[in-house]
């Protein structure tokens, strides 16, 4: 057993703030959203008011008048490039400076001495993104992804508030619940047959762009079960000459209805179409993965999937869900969006995410965890988020150079908790780290 004392200093998780990473840039609201009206957005815990500056960009300042403290984004925008709080009419430009005080006249003496907090902002793609930290903004491209800054890409969106906490949702996509929790969705349905996690729980980290991605498994050729199924297999299995019932001792089977492979059928031909097509991205800064301060990235081959999850607040988080495709022709940009509109939209970032959803929000996380081999994942991210913690998002491009220098291939498994996999019984754990021995051998 591992000591309380060892056990509180492997439990990192009180190092990610309730409150997220300041120091990074986070999408906020759709450009179309800012209209006449300025609009009030909680995030990171702090309430912010956005409306365009005098050259029709949305500007971020703090949503709390500096004066008496009321709301700003309660006012009006009476002159171009400006918001006036609805107390006292003191009115704020673009940089969050008082420009005029409309209760007190033209011959005030405030204006040019108060200052609102300014959040910087940068709108790209339709999406206007804000720096949070106290410090300098680091360059937006570290930040946000590769494709919104290509001219030819087309990201589409989807934005849902949560009652859960950020750093549940994130964690949500490092670990092995997929195969049971969506079980019954029309996305899993798609993919075949249900193969654990654990049957093959071989890790391999390969670092991406201020973050990571772990690979599970081995190569096909390598006796890795998690492949692509085809009509052989299904009648096969229909024949009962391959297993699809897990037996659990004890318990007997696990009734997952081989009838329902009926529906993998129709989904055959076009996930081997989609599977020989050429990954989204070569850019080993922005492929599958997570990313600091709280994403999620799957390349589809068909489009680049991301989820980002931003505090809100304590208990609360911001989904927003970029869907990217690169059309050719403005004819393909229309059929991107109506099949986004149609299907994708609702299988993935709907019924998929709200089966996630309704399990997480009356998660804890703040009770003693008891993790299994397949939890490696999560050691993996809480282990960056000490290192961003203690040292600063600096130390990502250290990690950058460092990562960058090796095959991503043949990067090796390291940094994992090893008090903890031991205690949930691994016994030769540098075997499994190396991704010689699985998790329930």
Same mark, same amino acid.
């Given at each position: 057993?591992?000591?309380?004392?060892?056990?509180?200093?492997?439990?990192?998780?009180?190092?990610?703030?309730?409150?997220?990473?300041?120091?990074?840039?986070?999408?906020?609201?759709? &450009?179309?959203?800012?209209?006449?009206?300025?609009?009030?957005?909680?995030?990171?815990?702090? =309430?912010?008011?956005?409306?365009?500056?005098?050259?029709?960009?949305? !500007?971020?300042?703090?949503?709390?008048?500096?004066?008496?403290?009321?709301?700003?984004?309660?006012?009006?925008?009476?002159?171009?490039? #400006?918001?006036?709080?609805?107390?006292?009419?003191?009115?704020?430009?673009?940089?969050?400076?008082?420009?005029?005080?409309?209760?007190?006249?033209?011959?005030?003496?405030?204006?040019?001495?108060?200052?609102?907090?300014?959040?910087?902002?940068?709108?790209?793609?339709?999406?206007?993104?804000?720096?949070?930290?106290?410090?300098?903004?680091?360059?937006?491209?570290?930040?946000?992804?590769?494709? *919104?800054?290509?001219?030819?890409?087309?990201?589409?969106?989807?934005?849902?508030?949560?009652?859960?906490?950020?750093?549940?949702?994130?964690?949500?996509?490092?670990?092995?619940?997929?195969?049971?929790?969506?079980?019954?969705?029309?996305?899993?349905?798609?993919?075949?047959?249900?193969?654990?996690?654990?049957?093959?729980?071989?890790?391999?980290?390969? *670092?991406?762009?201020?973050?990571? @991605?772990?690979?599970?498994?081995?190569?096909?050729?390598?006796?890795?079960?998690?492949?692509?199924?085809?009509?052989?297999?299904?009648?096969?299995?229909?024949?009962?000459?391959?297993?699809?019932?897990?037996?659990?001792?004890?318990?007997?089977?696990?009734?997952?209805?081989?009838?329902?492979?009926?529906?993998?059928?129709?989904?055959?031909?076009?996930?081997?179409?989609?599977?020989?097509?050429?990954?989204?991205?070569? @850019?080993?800064?922005?492929?599958?993965?997570?990313?600091?301060?709280?994403?999620?990235?799957?390349?589809?081959?068909?489009?680049?999937?991301?989820?980002?999850?931003?505090?809100?607040?304590?208990?609360? #988080?911001?989904?927003?869900?970029?869907?990217?495709?690169?059309?050719?022709?403005?004819?393909?940009?229309?059929? =991107?969006?109506?099949?986004?509109?149609?299907?994708?939209?609702?299988?993935?970032?709907?019924? *998929?995410?709200?089966? &996630?959803?309704?399990?997480?929000?009356?998660?804890?996380?703040? #009770?003693?965890?008891?993790?299994?081999? #397949?939890? !490696?994942?999560?050691?993996?991210?809480?282990?960056?988020?000490?290192?961003?913690?203690? =040292?600063?998002?600096?130390?990502?491009?250290?990690?950058?150079?460092?990562?960058?220098?090796?095959?991503?291939?043949?990067?090796?498994? =390291?940094?994992?908790?090893?008090?903890?996999?031991?205690?949930?019984?691994?016994?030769?754990?540098?075997?499994?780290? !190396?991704?010689?021995?699985?998790? &329930?051998?």
């Amino acid at each position: 057993m591992v000591s309380e004392t060892k056990r509180t200093d492997l439990d990192r998780r009180e190092l990610a703030p309730a409150s997220g990473l300041r120091e990074f840039w986070y999408p906020a609201l759709l &450009d179309k959203k800012v209209g006449k009206k300025p609009v009030r957005l909680r995030m990171l815990g702090e =309430e912010l008011c956005f409306f365009r500056d005098d050259k029709g960009k949305v !500007a971020a300042l703090s949503d709390v008048c500096p004066h008496r403290g009321a709301s700003l984004a309660q006012g009006d925008c009476h002159f171009k490039g #400006t918001v006036a709080c609805p107390y006292h009419g003191w009115v704020f430009d673009g940089e969050g400076q008082c420009i005029s005080v409309l209760s007190e006249g033209p011959n005030s003496r405030i204006p040019g001495k108060v200052q609102a907090r300014k959040y910087p902002t940068q709108t790209l793609k339709g999406m206007v993104f804000v720096w949070t930290g106290d410090s300098e903004p680091a360059p937006i491209q570290e930040d946000v992804p590769e494709e *919104f800054f290509e001219k030819e890409s087309q990201v589409l969106y989807r934005i849902a508030d949560w009652p859960v906490d950020w750093r549940v949702a994130l964690e949500n996509s490092m670990d092995s619940h997929v195969y049971y929790v969506h079980r019954d969705s029309i996305l899993m349905f798609a993919r075949g047959p249900l193969d654990p996690y654990g049957r093959s729980p071989r890790i391999r980290p390969v *670092f991406v762009g201020n973050g990571f @991605n772990v690979i599970w498994g081995d190569l096909q050729a390598q006796g890795n079960p998690r492949r692509s199924w085809g009509f052989k297999d299904y009648f096969n299995i229909m024949r009962g000459k391959l297993p699809y019932q897990d037996t659990h001792k004890g318990l007997g089977r696990w009734p997952k209805s081989k009838w329902r492979l009926l529906l993998n059928w129709v989904f055959v031909p076009a996930n081997k179409r989609r599977w020989s097509r050429p990954p989204t991205t070569t @850019n080993p800064l922005w492929g599958a993965g997570h990313h600091l301060p709280g994403m999620f990235r799957t390349d589809m081959r068909t489009h680049m999937y991301t989820r980002m999850c931003v505090p809100i607040g304590e208990g609360s #988080t911001r989904i927003v869900y970029y869907h990217t495709t690169r059309p050719g022709s403005l004819l393909g940009r229309i059929y =991107e969006r109506v099949q986004f509109l149609l299907w994708h939209n609702w299988v993935m970032n709907i019924q *998929f995410s709200n089966q &996630d959803a309704k399990i997480m929000v009356p998660q804890r996380y703040d #009770t003693q965890e008891k993790l299994s081999g #397949t939890d !490696a994942e999560i050691i993996q991210w809480r282990k960056l988020l000490q290192r961003v913690a203690i =040292e600063g998002r600096e130390v990502l491009k250290d990690l950058q150079a460092e990562h960058l220098a090796k095959e991503m291939d043949t990067t090796e498994a =390291e940094g994992f908790a090893v008090d903890q996999l031991q205690e949930q019984g691994l016994e030769d754990v540098p075997k499994f780290l !190396a991704g010689s021995v699985s998790g &329930d051998d």
